[in-house]
Each structure stands twice: as C-alpha cells, then as structure tokens.
C-alpha cells in the first residue's frame, strides 16, 4: 500500500523535539535547538542500496528464502554406514542427543534461479554458534518423479544410532503433494554436505476419503510412543478443514495412517507447518521428544496460517494417540501467536547442546516483487530463539538465544531516569542502525489504567492503529523510537499501553510501522499484541529490541509479545538514523536501567574455500 505522511506528524514531532529540549535541560544536558515544524521531503534513494541487507539476520548472499526446514543438532560418534533404504534398527531412544561435532545444520527453503518463489530447493548452511554461517551447496535438489515440482518443507530426526534422517514434501508430476525421505550419504563427513534419496521414495502418498491432495505437506519431526512405533503429523485440509495427520511406522520407512488426526479444527482449512513438542511450566529449558516426558509437561501444537504462526497449549493423550488442548477457541482470531509481526513457518528443535528448545521463523520482505528482483534478494530468518512455557502454563516466551550477545560491542547506559509526559530521550553514541537494546520501565499509578475492552484482542493492529504513540492514556503509551530520520518524517515506534481488566492488566504493545519510510509501495502496518501482566508484584515491563537496518525484532515483557518488523527507511542510505525513548501518557514512567550496544556484523552464509 502507498505510505501516506499527514501534515500533523510533523507537528507531533516538533512538539516532541521541543519536549526532548526541556527533558535535557532538567537532567543537565545541553540541548540542540532543532526545529522542523514543515521539514522537506528528502529524495528517496533506491532500495537495492546494500543497506538493507541485514548484517546478523540469516539469509543467503542473493536470491529467494523462506521456511527453515529441518533443523538440528547432531553429536559424531562411531558410525556404520547403514542400508538408507530400510533403517530397521530403531528403537525408543531414537534421537539420541542430536550433537554432532560442535556443528549446527539450517535447511531451509531457497531459489538458486532468482528473488522471488519458483524452483525451491533446500539450502544447506552449518555453524558452530547460531551467528556465523557456512553455505554449503543445495541438500535436496529437484531429481526424481516425486519431488520434481518442487522439494518443499520438511524435518529432520536423528534415528537410533545418530542417523540423521529428512522427510520433506515433494510435488510429483501430478503436482501432488507426497512425503519422501533422505539420508546423508557419508556420516563422516561433520557438514553433512550430500543427500541420498530412498528408492521407496514417496513414502506417504495423498491417499484417503476427504483428504485434498494438494494441501498434504510439511511433515514434523519424528517421535515414538508408548508402544515403540514412530509418528510424524503432517499438515493437511481433511473434508474441507484443516488436520495434523498422525502417521506411524516400525522402521521410519514403511508409514501408515492412523484412523483420526493428532488433532483437527473447523475453524481453518489448512495448516503449515505444523510442529509439535513438550515443555515444562516455568522451567526456560528444553525437553526431547526421545527422552521420557516428565510428569506435569505440557505439548505445544504449532500451525502456520493467516500469514502468521499461532500455538495451542495442551495435554498428549498417550491412550487415544491425541493431543487435547487446554482450552478451545472457535475464533482462530484469538489463537496465541508465536510472533504478532512478520512472522511465519517457523520450526523448533531440541538444542542438546545447551539443553534448550529453539525456534526459528521466516520474514519476508514487505516491499515489492520488482523491488525484491531489482534487489537480486528477499526474504531472512529472524534471530534464533529460546522458548519455554511460563509458570501458569498459560502462554509460550522467547528470547534471542545468548550467542547473539556475542555481537555486542560500545555499551551505553543509563540508569534512573524519568520520564514525565511528553519527554523524549535520545540513546546516543551506538550505531542506531545495528543496535540491541534493553529498557525496564518501572510504572506508577497503575491503578489509574484506562478499561480493558475484550473486542480488542479480535483485532490487535486495528487498536495500535486507533491508540497510537500520539495518543495519551493514563499509563502509556510509552517505549522506543527507532530507525528515526534527522528531520523524524521517517520512525518506527515501539510501544506499550496498560489497561486494567477486572483483577489483572492487560499491555498492548505495538510495533507501528506506518511512518517507517518515505518509499511508496511498502506495507507499513501497525502490528500488535497483547498480554496479560502481574503489574502488582513485576510494577516494570521490559523491552529488549534487535534493530538490524532493514529488520526491527522486539521482545516485550520478557518475551511474553514479540514482534518482527521489515522497514526500508531512506535515511539508513542518506545519512544515518537516530533513536529515542519516550513517554507520552499522563502517567511518569521511570527507568531504572537502559543498555544499548552497537551490533558487529556477523559472517552470514560465506562460502566455504
């Protein structure tokens, strides 16, 4: 959609740079007289200007991206090299502890032909740390009758005796969605490099009453149950609603259906990739589908629709082969989201190395299809992430895996500020395009909150949209402008705003993109979401926000609402942006700690000599 600028955001900000001069002068900073009541529109620059290629965000050097596919960590020991036709020889503790030699392995959905979707293979990138990445060639090429219209998503699963093992979607030439398997071809190679595929390949053909064969793809990672068979769930439309498909096999070859679905809704037609895995409330670490389940866990039913990734927390029924989810929507409206921003396909797997789950997802560019050609690119993955449940087992958190701090380098603090209404701080001295930050606001009269409306959570951007950075509330909004212009046509807002609902208070935060750039044609909505807070025993929200030029990545609440974002602001070409904190409610906020650091590029996808 084309950006529209009106004439009063110039004034809001005038008024808030003649805000940031009296907050200077109350806390001895001499203030810079600027003002830009009618500034002038800078000429946009063009959007294949490598400074928007991201500089610690995973993408390839040129072309398309999308899904990470089957992620994992696997471990050398001594292998056999074993007949990839049948592997018979597995057993309940089938995925050992998926570390091989130190090495990371990211799959993912790639175009080696050009910058938009077409001719999808599987990309092959391996790492030591999550950060910095080797690109190896293609894992899964086009080949064979049942993946020739495509290799599309998939899974990995270490079998008994640390085999890895991929099932992944193909289009046959009937452009039927089939599922086939691979092994590697040389266990003693640590990067894994080559791929041999079963000659029983597709294992699992479309075949059954209801079952619509070309919305049959993005098969899990495998687990065994009680009964010493293993299962993998596949997104699928089943008599016109969407299902996870249950699978079982004996020898992760030989597969059959089960009779009913691991779990279906009428209130979609189809899910992608579906992922499905245990957590323990309030514990931050990990747990394997191998290993024993221990009591009081809970599984996680992830699905990818409505352009975003959204979670049910439940119960596996270990008797009926089922997972029941804790509680049932009709409204798919009001399904939790994994990310309220641009967010989709994302895939998780069990980090044995640190004893953690991590989940990573797909950002897609949010300009145009010329401009992404134009570019010779498009698409990233956001950073990994840790995700646990939270002590009520009411909702999934995230946070950017600890590697990412690695990357830190002129830290800025500042501690115990105020912030009364209207005051606007500037965070300097960090490169404000390539920044992590970290903000605690600590609140006061809470009380005060303005009512919490339930319509609201039907439509989440509607309401960041409506009660935007301009408007004043009791408690917020507050929280951080970034990727600002000099003369602030161009800023990404960052906020948050307290309601009070019954006994407990409900924090919107927003990621508005609206005025993010000059550029005609971008999508530049303003996402948001809400959650529910103990204000009463926390009294301070955080705010971490991971700012890499042409990606803003923001984490609230502890992890509670995240949000990434795509801008392509022109002052990153012509000049250089700024940042800010700010507070706009009637309410003061204080802040007890502000860190912000300037971010070193990592080595992203370099070829290996």
């Known amino acids: 959609m084309s950006l529209v600028l009106r004439p009063w955001v110039f004034l809001l900000f005038h008024v808030l740079l003649s805000y940031e001069s009296n907050f200077q002068r109350r806390n001895g900073v001499e203030a810079t007289k600027r003002v830009f009541l009618y500034p002038q529109s800078p000429k946009v620059s063009s959007i294949v200007s490598n400074k928007y290629r991201t500089a610690y965000h995973f993408q390839p050097p040129q072309n ?169 769930a596949i997104g699928a439309e089943l008599n016109g609603y969407s299902a996870a498909l249950l699978y079982k096999s004996e020898d992760f070859v030989n597969w059959t259906r089960v009779d009913h679905p691991l779990y279906s809704s009428n209130a979609s037609t189809m899910w992608e990739c579906p992922d499905f895995f245990a957590v323990l409330p309030g514990k931050n670490s990990g747990l394997d589908m191998s290993a024993a389940i221990p009591s009081g866990a809970k599984h996680v039913l992830k699905m990818s629709l409505d352009n975003c990734d959204k979670y049910m927390i439940g119960v596996y029924d270990l008797k009926s082969d089922t997972f029941v989810p804790d509680t049932v929507l009709d409204d798919r409206r009001l399904w939790s989201k994994i990310d309220y921003g641009n967010y989709y396909a994302s895939k998780s797997f069990f980090d044995s190395k640190k004893g953690r789950r991590i989940i990573w997802g797909w950002t897609n560019e949010t300009d145009s299809t010329s401009d992404d ?69 600590e609140l006061s009269a809470i009380d005060t909150a303005d009512p919490f409306e339930p319509a609201w959570l039907l439509d989440t951007e509607k309401r960041c949209r409506e009660a935007d950075a301009t408007v004043a509330s009791s408690v917020g909004p ?13 800023h990404t807002t960052l906020h948050f705003r307290v309601y009070k609902s019954q006994q407990k208070y409900m924090i919107l935060m927003c990621s508005d993109l609206r005025r993010s750039s000059l550029r005609p044609g971008l999508y530049t909505p303003a996402y948001g979401g809400f959650f529910e807070f ?35 602001p022109a002052a990153l070409i012509d000049g250089g942006t700024r940042m800010y904190v700010f507070n706009n409610g009637t309410s003061s906020v204080k802040i007890p700690q502000l860190k912000a650091w300037s971010m070193r590029r990592a080595q992203v996808n370099v070829k290996k000599g």
């Open 64 to 232: 398309w991206i999308n899904d990470p596919n089957g992620m994992y960590l696997s471990q050398t020991t001594n292998f056999q090299i074993y007949n990839v036709e049948v592997a018979k020889d597995v057993s309940p503790n089938f995925s050992g502890p998926m570390y091989y030699n130190g090495i990371y392995h990211q799959f993912y959905q790639y175009n080696p032909n050009g910058a938009i979707w077409g001719d999808i293979v599987w990309g092959h990138s391996v790492s030591r740390d999550l950060i910095n990445w080797i690109r190896l060639e293609p894992a899964i090429e086009r080949t064979t009758p049942s993946d020739i219209n495509g290799c599309w998503t998939g899974s990995a699963t270490i079998l008994n005796g640390d085999k890895p093992a991929i099932i992944y979607t193909g289009a046959d030439p009937d452009k039927r969605q089939v599922q086939n398997i691979v092994f590697p071809k040389n266990l003693s190679d640590p990067y894994l490099r080559e791929w041999i595929k079963s000659d029983k390949n597709p294992l699992i053909e479309p075949v059954g009453p209801g079952l619509n064969s070309s919305q049959f793809r993005d098969p899990t990672t495998g687990w065994i149950g009680p009964d010493g068979l293993w299962r993998i």
């Open 373 to 441: 050609v134009a570019k010779g690119w498009a698409g990233i993955h956001a950073i990994p992430r840790s995700i646990w449940l939270d002590s009520n087992s009411k909702q999934l958190l995230q946070w950017p895996v600890e590697e990412i701090e690695s990357l830190r380098r002129n830290e800025v603090s500042h501690q115990d500020m105020e912030l009364k209404n209207g005051d606007l701080f500037e965070i300097k001295d960090i490169d404000t395009s390539q920044a992590d930050v970290e903000i605690d606001f």
């Open 478 to 490: 507050f929280g951080l402008v970034v990727l600002v212009s000099n003369n602030m046509e161009e």
């Open 534 to 568: 103990d204000l009463e025993k926390e009294n301070k929200i955080s705010l971490r926000t991971l700012i890499d030029r042409s990606a803003v990545e923001s984490f609230g609440g502890g992890g509670r609402v995240c949000i990434i974002a795509r801008v392509y």
